[in-house]
């Protein structure tokens, strides 16, 4: 059986709000928003090539670190492709995403870019020019 990534999973204080940012910033579809057994709000969306990634609270009694969106060991940031990533860049910020790193050239034809969302999430933009 081969090991394919499930989904993908952000912790939220807010996961409604967090969720509609993220429908908002990047087409995802909400498919389910659900309190689970244990009472904390699941949502379950999925991005436009079906990605799953799940936001949800902290359980009653659950305590979080503090989160950042900085350079860390583990799991530093995901990547979302962009046709345009200085438009895509102005757009995010216009939603309450901050520009970490600016755009670089990552190679000849890759153009990539950082920045924090919602939840202090690392994410890197990612165009390819032909």
């Known amino acids: 059986m081969p090991f394919n990534i499930n989904h993908i999973h952000i912790k939220s204080i807010d996961p409604k709000k967090t969720a509609d940012w993220w429908v908002e910033a ?19 969306c999925t991005s436009e090539n079906n990605m799953i990634v799940r936001i949800s609270e902290p359980v009653p009694g659950q305590e979080f670190n503090e989160g950042d969106a900085g350079l860390k060991f583990g799991l530093e940031h995901f990547g979302l492709d962009s046709s345009d990533l200085d438009a895509d860049i102005l ?31 690392r994410i890197e933009l990612i165009e390819v020019k032909n």
């Open 91 to 121: 757009r995010l910020e216009n939603l309450g995403a901050t520009l970490l790193e600016s755009p670089r050239n990552a190679s000849s034809t890759v153009r990539v870019a950082f920045m924090e969302v919602p939840e202090k999430v």
């Open 26 to 44: 990047f087409n995802f579809t909400i498919v389910s928003d659900v309190v689970r057994d244990v009472g904390d709000r699941f949502i379950t």
